[in-house]
């Protein structure tokens, strides 16, 4: 289907955002308020799941993998954003006792609904069961809010911040610090500045 | 046992110093330096730089990736304890919800305060910063001049360690000779900047931080700063021998375990507590400082976090530098029938004319920094180069709309990648996800520059604080209100610098982020917000007007010293921590006259 004909079909009939009432998940009751307090040990190391329950069912971090790694798949330069534990990350993320993460739970979860409702649509399948052609399909539709029709607008903000959580939880780590070059925070005795052939390249004194 | 409790305080101590901060820290320095019995209360918890610093980890060892929350507002590794914009069980009131009218206040309890995560920019006022009044007719004159303090300012940077350069610019004061480290090279986006800003007429120099770019003069500077006091001499040079120098790696906001920047934990306090004449208790909430019958000041009132219990501690001299906005309300909670409405406020100007800094930023993204090949430019963690204020002539010649100037604080580089790495970039990549996302986020890493404004608000009738007649503290200390407002000078210099950042960004032949706003209310950021908050005992020559006289004595009590920011009767655009450090010196080195003299 040429992206004409999606447009036409999708507006058309697109799946509703869902309206949640009280966010999905088992744990929500147990939600501790407290967070990690005013003076955390800030030595220690957090694993998601220290400090508060994760609280996606297994169903929704399926989910939540499989679109994470549509967005940052493995290519010649590092593994996938899953293979570097992105879903733990997001996990935490949905999960935590703090504003802007109560701001985003309805916006991931209900993502996910509508990620479902939108492949059952389409193609009378659950999203992690689609083609992967047949999920970018839905993916091209709302990955760039500017584009997006108005129908799909909560989708596309939906999209927008999924791609921010798994590219912050996969940059975050070794393996995304690599990916981009980054060099720092080793101690050098010395800092010499910027390579001179560089600079001449760019024109720079 | 320099660490003690409120039991095992000394019948009497020359001084207590209230807070342990920049003005705190400066203050015990110099007295204990010389030789004064001190005791410093400091309200929040005691604090170890070098087994607490969070150096190397990274954002994948922290909560949420080490973003910011309420809890830890500039990120997990911040340097701050139990601070904030809030501090549970610690609240304080907005007269005005609006955002034009809105103050926020950002506090720290622990020892050293706000200098163990603050940005390291030490910027002297100049000549036109202490006489604004006689130059444009607004706001007040300070009663001292540039020639007053500038041998402060040079012993200030020999003590604590200050990087830059001389560049002979007006009103941008050069250092005494061999007072200022060496800056360091300029990262690519520095230079690229510089030389772009240059052809606008914008002249970009060297920063100035409190970092080590190579170790201390132990040999020298110990003399320089305590001629003829030879104790004190080897206590410093033994200390500044023990500072290491900048390793080019760990932002500096975290605190530095190896002391090679300015914070007080790692600079003021430690000598000081060698010269044993230091005591320290924390967790020592002062809410009043009492007075005898004599008129002066006996000492000082606190709870005692630990167990709750209000406990009295006494000494010839009180100094209050426990921030601008606590030791205002300390002051104003020091009532009595000799001083109903707080003490040392005969003048009534206690509390009054609150100033904090403009400040506006502008961001965007420059096609020739794309692509480049990996570089560590983690170099000095910042402001390797600064624009400080240069349209004084444009200003005399009456071509510009608001009356004082602003310097700027820029930055690029390939930082420590992060949640805001990637975040937020479809403005550029179309909405790319998959193979060529990834790739979309190794062309633009590290080619994105910000600019921030930092310019001078001049002290109004609107900006103030109070004690609000109803809420307390959960110690039961009555809190301030604050009430705010921004004149129309601050506005437009907003609205300039608004202007002047994208100009600097199409020179570069680069893209703005999001709204440039020509109206300044949009622009300017939240009053309090850039955490300069000065004023609210202002210093003067005239008692009716002013809270402090040039030595930072209150005129209304000659035993009660403020050093903190409260006594500045301007904020320049320069950050003001390197001025509050020089007062507090100066403020010191007069104390102990007096004291010697027995005059206190």
Known sequence: MDRRTTIKWVLSASAAWPLLGKPAGHADSALPVRGYGTDPDLLAVYRPGKLWLLTLTVPQRRLAGILADIIIPADDHSPSASAVGVVDFIDEWVSAPYPASQRDRPIVLGGFIWLDAEAARRFGKGFADLAATEQTGICDDICDESRTLTVLRDAARFFALYRDLTAGGFYSTPVGRKDVGYLGNVPLARFDGPPPALLRKLNLP | MPFVTAKSH?????????????????????????????????????????????????????????????????????????????????????????????????????????????????????????????????????????????????????????????????????????????????????????????????????????????????????????????????????????????????????????????????????????????????????????????????????????????????????????????SVRILLNSKSAQFPNGLANSSGRLGRYLMDTVGSTVSGQIPLLESLPPLNEDAADGQQLYVPWWLYPDQRAGKLPFARGYHIEFGGGKRMPGYDTAAGIEWLTGGSYGVKFKQDVRRYYGSFVYFDGRGEMIPNDHSYCEIDPSVKDKWGIPVLRFHWRWSEHELRQAAHMQRTFADIIASMDGRTHGVVHSDGAKAIAPGGSIIHEVGGAIMGSDPKTSVANPWCQTWDVPNLFVTDGAVFASNADKNPTLTIMALAWRAADHILERMRRKEL
Not at chain 2, 51 to 75: H, I, R, S, W, Y
Not at chain 2, 282 to 303: C, Q, W
């Open chain 2, 10 to 326: 000394r019948s009497a101590y020359d001084v207590i110093v209230v807070g342990s901060g920049a003005a705190g820290g400066q203050s015990a320095y110099a007295l204990c330096m010389d030789g004064a019995k001190v005791l410093m209360l400091e309200a929040g918890r005691r604090y170890s730089p070098a087994t607490e610093t969070p150096m190397f980890q990274t954002p994948d060892l922290a909560p949420l990736g080490a973003v910011g929350t309420p809890q830890k507002p500039f990120g997990f590794y911040d340097a701050t304890v139990d601070g904030g914009w809030d501090v549970p069980g610690e609240p304080y009131v907005r007269a005005s919800e609006e955002p034009a009218g809105r103050f926020e206040w950002w506090r720290a309890r622990m020892l050293g305060g706000r200098t163990n995560h603050w940005g390291r920019i030490s910027l002297r006022y100049g000549p036109y910063d202490f006489k604004p009044h006689r130059r444009d007719g607004l706001g007040f004159d300070w009663p001292i001049g540039y020639e007053d303090i500038a041998p402060y300012y040079d012993k200030v940077e020999l003590l604590i360690g200050v990087y830059g350069s001389n560049e002979g610019l007006e009103n941008t004061p050069d250092s005494s000779p061999g007072c200022l480290l060496p800056p360091p090279k300029p990262l690519v986006s520095d230079l690229l900047i510089a030389q772009r800003a240059k052809r606008l007429g914008i002249p970009a120099i060297p920063g100035h931080r409190a970092v080590l770019t190579r170790p201390l003069d132990f040999r020298h500077s110990p003399a320089r700063l305590h001629p003829g006091n030879v104790t004190a001499q080897k206590i410093l040079a033994e200390d500044m021998r023990n500072r290491a120098a900048c390793i080019w790696a760990t932002p500096c906001g975290r605190g530095c375990s190896i002391r090679a920047n300015y914070q007080s934990t790692t600079v003021h306090l430690p000598p000081a507590l060698t010269s044993g004449n230091l005591d320290i208790t924390t967790d020592a909430m002062v809410y009043e400082v009492t007075l005898g019958r004599d008129g002066r000041a006996n000492g000082v009132s606190f709870v005692d976090r630990t167990t709750g219990r209000q406990q009295h501690a006494t000494a010839r001299v009180v100094i209050l530098a426990a921030s601008a906005c606590e």
